[in-house]
């Protein structure tokens, strides 16, 4: 047993009306899970970490928990939050490691999940657990999505992830890799071959463009691209990354990782502004990341960026770079969009669903960043949770019908 892990449980104070358990998105039990854990009980506090988010020994180590649960708790007013992203994943860690799922009886319904990214992967599990048939189609040839190919290894361990896959095949779930939907197979195929609901989870790849002059130079790259697979390009000595999110941060200590040897942040705004969390920002100072405030990018040349500061007066600057990474936020895709007239999404390219995961298309569900945006992994299972339960209903209702 990890000594610093009791030590850390122990400063919990049990609140009876726990602020972190509210602050967090999915409503982590985490004065139980504490409990458990000092009791001795940690297979229980296990359980009940993965009845609650099958993605728990994940959220663990991702989640901003400044912003959620530690971020909520009593202690932050005279010190230190309790460390409950350790705690919990410590707990998840060993349940996850331990634990042996048995292939449950079939129910004779079958789910079609089209991406494998952590609002598809929760759902898997939740409707597997149940006896469902689910197959999960991917475009890539491992699930994950922004786990998989958009989060540094330094940042999240994909030994994690493979153990994730490990748990679903033992739950009886297919997992068809490099199948993009929406050319080849189509939404009406799913149909045709029986499957009872569709759930969509595609994320968010598209990259959005500046729009400037010379974005399409060779030195010019988007961020999305560059995290999946950092190692194929040649990033040079000297980088600007032209963004304010987790995103740029990620490439901004990926490209330090990979060769470079500065790394440079330009954003039009100051810091308060970045939508990065705070600790996000706080590790890349300590990789030696800088940032440069209040510069909007006017034009991409062969030896740099030149930029408008953000001032009274307005001054023309120039920064080099030997390569440059855009990162300015994500959209859909739409080819599944463009090949079903029956789903509709928002001018962003958004599917337009209800609360729990309702598209326009009858038997269709969608959660995610592909209906949301980019937001937090535990938000995505969330409401993943809540589409299971739609889901769910439509079935029963489908035998009703039968019946």
Known sequence: MNKHIIDLAQTCLGCKKPKCQVGCPINTPIPEMVHLFLHGDIVKAGQMLFKNNPLSIICSVICPHEKHCEGHCVLNKKSSPVSIGSIEHYISSRFMDTVHFEKPLYNGHDIAIVGGGPAGIALAFILAIKGYGVTIFDAQDKIGGVLQYGIPDFRLDKRLLDKLVEKLNELGVSIRSNTYIGTNIT???????????????????????????????????FAT??????????????????????????????????????????????????????????????????????????????????????????LVGFESADNIF?????????????????????????????????TTREGVFAAGDAVTGARTVVEAVAFSKRTAEAIEEYINSLDVEIL
Request: some cysteine; charged content about 25%.
């Open 187 to 221: 939404i009406c195929d799913l149909f045709r071959d029986d499957y009872k609901a569709v759930f969509l989870s595609t994320g968010a790849w598209a990259p959005k463009k500046l729009n400037i002059k010379g974005e399409s130079f060779g030195h010019v790259h």
């Open 326 to 358: 855009v990162s300015i936020g994500q959209s859909p895709t739409d080819t599944i969009i463009k090949n079903n007239t029956k789903i509709d999404a928002d001018y962003k390219g958004f599917y337009i669903t209800d609360e729990y995961g309702r």
């Open 225 to 314: 691209n560059y995290l999946k697979n950092p190692s194929a390009y040649l990033v040079g000595k000297k980088i600007i990354v032209i963004g304010a999110g987790n995103v740029a941060i990620d490439v901004a200590r990926t490209a330090l990782r990979n060769g470079a040897q500065e790394a440079c942040i330009m954003y039009h705004r100051g810091e308060s502004d970045m939508s990065a969390e705070k600790h996000e920002i706080q590790c890349s100072k300590i990789d030696g990341v800088k940032f440069d405030f209040f510069r909007t990018p006017q034009e991409i040349t062969k030896e740099g960026v030149k930029f408008v500061t953000n001032n009274e007066e307005r």
